[in-house]
């Protein structure tokens, strides 16, 4: 468990705002957005295109939300980039990667004309081989870009597919559809646990990993979610 508290002291379990591109009906309502977040503080973002398959405004991707300039003006320190350890069958449909690594190239070029430090934070999986394969394909591009691991907190079973069938989870969903062939099982909640055990001992073992911290998407709700981070923690500490 102590490795496991490492990592999640980390991700320091600050809150980030989401910026879905496809939903931002224009540059006015961006910088309205940005100008409340920058009064209360909160100089961090994650940029993603959102679900929608068609854009509700102006911006598609999060490429248009950081041409705007706006995140520079309100001086953010820090911004999160979607990453897809198991690819994203909306924007590569041919089920490569060819689209997704041409995006994260642009980025990376766009981040280094800014004083704005960039990482990726996937798309929330259910097992460590995806993502270890998807960090050795970002070094055959020669991208070595902080990585922040999508992790889903604690939710039903039947929430969890829900949420993973909606986001576009890839293979790693079979971790939860063959819990779920045990009925018994669906009412009962999901636990991270496995996967941030395995992800702690991955990154102390590989010195060349970029990972860096966890981001949690709350599917079970902020409270549960902060409740199992402390109980984690609670755990490491009494472990000692």
């Known amino acids: 468990m102590v490795g496991t508290a490492k990592i999640l002291k980390k991700s320091g379990c600050k809150p980030i705002p989401h ?3 496809r939903i931002i009906a224009d540059k006015l309502t961006l910088d309205d957005w940005l100008n409340k977040y920058s009064s209360i503080g909160v100089d961090k973002a994650l940029l993603l295109a959102g679900s929608p ?3 509700l405004g102006d911006y598609s991707n999060s490429m248009e939300l950081l041409s705007t300039g706006l995140f520079d003006k309100y ?4 911004i999160y980039c ?3 350890p198991e690819g994203n069958k909306d924007i590569d ?3 490569d990667d060819q689209n997704l690594m041409a995006a ?5 070029d766009f981040f280094q004309r800014t004083d704005i430090d960039w990482s990726l934070t996937t798309q929330f ?3 460590l081989a995806p993502i270890i394969a998807w960090e050795q394909r970002l ?3 020669s991208l070595k870009i902080p990585i922040n691991i999508g992790v889903a907190g604690p939710a039903r079973l039947q929430t969890m597919i829900k949420f993973a069938l909606m986001c576009g989870v890839g293979p790693s969903i079979k971790v939860l559809e063959k819990r779920a062939r045990d009925l018994t099982k669906l009412l009962l909640p999901y636990s991270p646990r496995r996967l941030l055990l395995d992800l702690a001992n991955y990154k102390s073992t590989s010195t060349e990993s970029n990972i860096k911290s966890i981001h949690f998407f709350p599917l079970g709700g902020i409270q549960k979610t902060t409740a199992f981070i402390k109980e984690e923690k609670n755990k490491a500490v009494n472990s000692k």
């Open 139 to 141: 070094a055959e591009e």
């Open 93 to 95: 449909l041919a089920g």
């Open 125 to 127: 999986c259910f097992e």
């Open 19 to 21: 910026f879905p591109a």
């Open 104 to 108: 994260i190239k642009w980025k990376n």
């Open 53 to 55: 398959r068609n854009p």
């Open 82 to 84: 979607a990453g897809h």
């Open 75 to 78: 001086k953010f320190s820090e």
